[in-house]
C-alpha cells in the first residue's frame, strides 16, 4: 500500500516531486558551469600581453586618476590627472645649499624634503665658475628607482627633464677649480602617472589659480599659453609660471599597455 501510496504521488505530480529534483540538479549544474566560465575568463584577460590589468592599475592610481576608461581592446587610456595645491618653483626645496667638495665625491643621504607633488628637480650653484655634475637619484610615481644627472652652470638654475616623486640620494662631484655650494630645487614640470607616445596625446589643461575658485577651462587640443609637454619624459609644463597653491587638470591619452 506504501509503495502505491508513492508511485501514486508520483504520477498526480508529473513536474513535481523527481522532475524537480532533476530541475533543480540541471540548474546547479549550469550555474557551476557559468561560475567556471567566468573564472576562466578572468584569469585570461588579467594576463593580457603577460602582465596583470590588476596590478597595473593601483588603487591609488584609480583614485587619483579619476574619469579613467578604456577607448579599445588594446588602445589608450584617456585619463583626467588632477593636481591640487602646487608650489611656486623653489630652488632649494628639495635640499638647501650643500658645499660643493674639491677632492672627493660627496655622497648626500639625508636631508631631503620630497617634491610636493610628481614633479622635475632643478640645481642651483652658489658661483659663476661651477661646471661639475651633480647626481640625483630617488624614485618615480610608480616606486622604481630613478636617477638624473645634471651639469652644474655657474649660479644659473639648471632645469631638470625627469619627474621625481620622491629623492634618495645625490652624489655632488668634486671641483678642484671652484669652491661654492649647490641646492635641489622643484622646477616647472609636472610629471605625468603614465607615459604617453607623443606630445600631442596631451589635449587639454584646465587651470585654477591660487586665489581663483572655479576652473579655467580651455579648448580640447588648445593647451594654456606657455604649456610645454615632453612625450620621451613624461611631463607636463603647464603654463608660463607656476603661482603658489596653483591647480590643473591634465587630459591626456596614455599607453595602454
Do not use: H
Amino acid at each position: 500500500m506504501t509503495q502505491i501510496g508513492q508511485m501514486g504521488r508520483s504520477k498526480l505530480l508529473p513536474n513535481g516531486g523527481s522532475q524537480t529534483m532533476k530541475t533543480r540538479t540541471l540548474q546547479r549544474t549550469l550555474m557551476a558551469l557559468v561560475l567556471v566560465l567566468l573564472i576562466v575568463s578572468i584569469c585570461w584577460a588579467s594576463t593580457i600581453g603577460g602582465r596583470s590589468i590588476f596590478t597595473m592599475i593601483s588603487a591609488t592610481e584609480l583614485w587619483i586618476d579619476r574619469g579613467i576608461g578604456f577607448t579599445g581592446g588594446m588602445g589608450p587610456m584617456p585619463l583626467c590627472q588632477t593636481v591640487d595645491g602646487v608650489e611656486a618653483v623653489d630652488t632649494d626645496y628639495v635640499l638647501v645649499a650643500t658645499t660643493v667638495p674639491t677632492s672627493a665625491a660627496t655622497t648626500v643621504t639625508s636631508g631631503f624634503t620630497d617634491p610636493d607633488c610628481y614633479r622635475a628637480l632643478t640645481i642651483t650653484g652658489s658661483s659663476g665658475t661651477l661646471d661639475k655634475t651633480i647626481t640625483i637619484s630617488g624614485t618615480g610615481w610608480d616606486g622604481g628607482e630613478r636617477s638624473e644627472t645634471f651639469t652644474l652652470a655657474g649660479a644659473s638654475t639648471v632645469q631638470g627633464n625627469l619627474p621625481f616623486k620622491s629623492v634618495t640620494k645625490a652624489v655632488i662631484a668634486p671641483d678642484a677649480n671652484a669652491t661654492g655650494t649647490v641646492s635641489i630645487g622643484i622646477g616647472e614640470k609636472l610629471g605625468l602617472y603614465r607615459p604617453i607616445a607623443a606630445a600631442a596625446d596631451v589635449v587639454q589643461i584646465n587651470l585654477k589659480a591660487s586665489a581663483g575658485t572655479a576652473w579655467v577651462v580651455t579648448a580640447a587640443g588648445a593647451l594654456p599659453t606657455g604649456a610645454a609637454v615632453s612625450a620621451t619624459y613624461g611631463t607636463v609644463d603647464p603654463e608660463t609660471t607656476i603661482t603658489d597653491e596653483d591647480a590643473y587638470q591634465i587630459f591626456y591619452n596614455a599607453k595602454a599597455w
